[in-house]
Protein backbone atom coordinates (compact mmCIF):
# COMPACT_ATOMS: atom_id res chain seq x y z
CA UNK A 1 0.00 0.00 0.00
CA UNK A 2 0.99 3.09 -0.95
CA UNK A 3 1.75 6.47 1.99
CA UNK A 4 1.24 9.95 0.58
CA UNK A 5 2.52 13.20 1.22
CA UNK A 6 0.80 16.23 -0.37
CA UNK A 7 2.91 19.54 -0.45
CA UNK A 8 2.41 22.88 -2.46
CA UNK A 9 -0.15 24.74 -0.50
CA UNK A 10 -0.48 28.35 0.59
CA UNK A 11 -1.47 31.26 0.61
CA UNK A 12 -2.13 33.12 -2.94
CA UNK A 13 -4.81 35.83 -4.14
CA UNK A 14 -7.75 35.28 -5.96
CA UNK A 15 -7.15 34.51 -9.71
CA UNK A 16 -3.85 33.23 -9.16
CA UNK A 17 -2.61 29.70 -9.63
CA UNK A 18 -0.99 27.13 -7.28
CA UNK A 19 0.49 24.18 -8.09
CA UNK A 20 -0.23 21.01 -5.43
CA UNK A 21 1.91 17.90 -5.28
CA UNK A 22 1.00 14.23 -3.99
CA UNK A 23 4.31 11.94 -3.33
CA UNK A 24 3.99 8.34 -3.03
CA UNK A 25 6.01 5.69 -1.64
CA UNK A 26 6.02 2.06 -2.78
CA UNK A 27 6.42 0.64 -5.73
CA UNK A 28 2.84 0.00 -6.93
CA UNK A 29 1.89 3.86 -7.24
CA UNK A 30 0.96 3.00 -11.56
CA UNK A 31 -1.29 0.82 -10.49
CA UNK A 32 -3.59 3.28 -8.33
CA UNK A 33 -5.89 6.38 -9.35
CA UNK A 34 -5.09 9.09 -7.74
CA UNK A 35 -8.15 11.78 -6.48
CA UNK A 36 -8.30 15.15 -4.56
CA UNK A 37 -10.26 15.71 -2.27
CA UNK A 38 -10.18 19.29 -0.10
CA UNK A 39 -12.56 20.22 3.14
CA UNK A 40 -13.51 23.79 3.22
CA UNK A 41 -13.66 25.27 7.03
CA UNK A 42 -17.10 23.84 8.43
CA UNK A 43 -17.77 22.13 5.35
CA UNK A 44 -17.92 18.17 4.69
CA UNK A 45 -14.53 17.09 2.79
CA UNK A 46 -15.62 17.20 -1.15
CA UNK A 47 -14.68 15.58 -4.49
CA UNK A 48 -12.41 17.68 -6.58
CA UNK A 49 -10.45 15.31 -9.07
CA UNK A 50 -9.19 12.29 -10.23
CA UNK A 51 -7.30 10.50 -12.76
CA UNK A 52 -7.10 6.63 -13.62
CA UNK A 53 -4.07 4.93 -12.90
CA UNK A 54 -3.13 5.13 -16.99
CA UNK A 55 -4.08 8.75 -17.31
CA UNK A 56 -6.68 7.96 -19.65
CA UNK A 57 -9.68 9.22 -17.49
CA UNK A 58 -9.88 12.08 -15.21
CA UNK A 59 -12.78 13.24 -13.51
CA UNK A 60 -13.37 16.93 -12.08
CA UNK A 61 -16.21 18.30 -9.90
CA UNK A 62 -18.17 20.87 -11.86
CA UNK A 63 -16.90 23.71 -9.44
CA UNK A 64 -13.43 23.31 -11.05
CA UNK A 65 -13.54 23.03 -14.48
CA UNK A 66 -11.98 24.83 -16.85
CA UNK A 67 -9.61 25.65 -13.87
CA UNK A 68 -7.91 22.70 -12.72
CA UNK A 69 -5.88 19.98 -13.85
CA UNK A 70 -5.37 16.96 -12.38
CA UNK A 71 -2.07 14.92 -14.11
CA UNK A 72 0.15 12.27 -12.78
CA UNK A 73 3.86 11.13 -13.67
CA UNK A 74 4.32 7.49 -12.76
CA UNK A 75 7.89 7.48 -13.03
CA UNK A 76 8.60 9.90 -10.69
CA UNK A 77 5.25 8.48 -8.04
CA UNK A 78 3.49 11.42 -7.97
CA UNK A 79 0.62 13.00 -8.74
CA UNK A 80 -0.37 16.95 -9.42
CA UNK A 81 -3.32 19.21 -9.50
CA UNK A 82 -2.75 22.40 -10.88
CA UNK A 83 -5.02 24.96 -9.88
CA UNK A 84 -5.94 28.27 -11.70
CA UNK A 85 -8.23 31.27 -11.70
CA UNK A 86 -8.19 30.10 -7.78
CA UNK A 87 -11.51 31.55 -5.66
CA UNK A 88 -11.65 32.28 -2.51
CA UNK A 89 -14.54 29.42 -2.08
CA UNK A 90 -11.20 27.24 -2.94
CA UNK A 91 -10.03 27.83 0.23
CA UNK A 92 -9.49 24.29 1.96
CA UNK A 93 -7.27 22.13 3.29
CA UNK A 94 -6.65 19.89 0.11
CA UNK A 95 -6.05 15.88 0.65
CA UNK A 96 -4.59 13.44 -1.74
CA UNK A 97 -5.99 9.82 -1.83
CA UNK A 98 -5.39 6.51 -3.82
CA UNK A 99 -7.37 4.34 -4.95
CA UNK A 100 -7.44 0.65 -6.71
CA UNK A 101 -10.74 1.42 -8.26
CA UNK A 102 -10.54 3.23 -11.67
CA UNK A 103 -14.56 3.36 -12.57
CA UNK A 104 -15.59 7.10 -12.18
CA UNK A 105 -18.58 6.12 -9.51
CA UNK A 106 -16.09 5.11 -6.94
CA UNK A 107 -13.62 7.35 -7.52
CA UNK A 108 -15.99 9.73 -5.94
CA UNK A 109 -16.66 8.57 -2.54
CA UNK A 110 -14.09 8.81 0.30
CA UNK A 111 -15.32 4.82 1.49
CA UNK A 112 -13.58 4.00 -1.63
CA UNK A 113 -9.79 5.11 -0.85
CA UNK A 114 -7.52 3.25 0.10
CA UNK A 115 -4.99 5.41 1.59
CA UNK A 116 -4.81 9.39 2.36
CA UNK A 117 -2.43 12.10 2.71
CA UNK A 118 -2.63 14.34 5.70
CA UNK A 119 -3.23 17.06 3.79
CA UNK A 120 -2.19 20.81 2.78
CA UNK A 121 -3.75 23.75 3.20
CA UNK A 122 -4.59 26.46 0.26
CA UNK A 123 -5.95 29.60 1.05
CA UNK A 124 -7.20 31.98 -1.27
CA UNK A 125 -7.93 36.14 -0.88
CA UNK A 126 -10.03 38.32 -2.01
Known amino acids: QVQLVESGGGLVQAGGSLRLSCAAS????????MIWFRQAPGKEREFVAA????????YYADSVKGRFTISRDNAKNTAYLQMNSLEPEDTAVYYC???????????????????WGKGTLVTVSS
Open 97 to 115: AASSYYRQYYLLKESYMNT
Open 51 to 58: VAWSSSNV
Open 26 to 33: GRTFSTYS
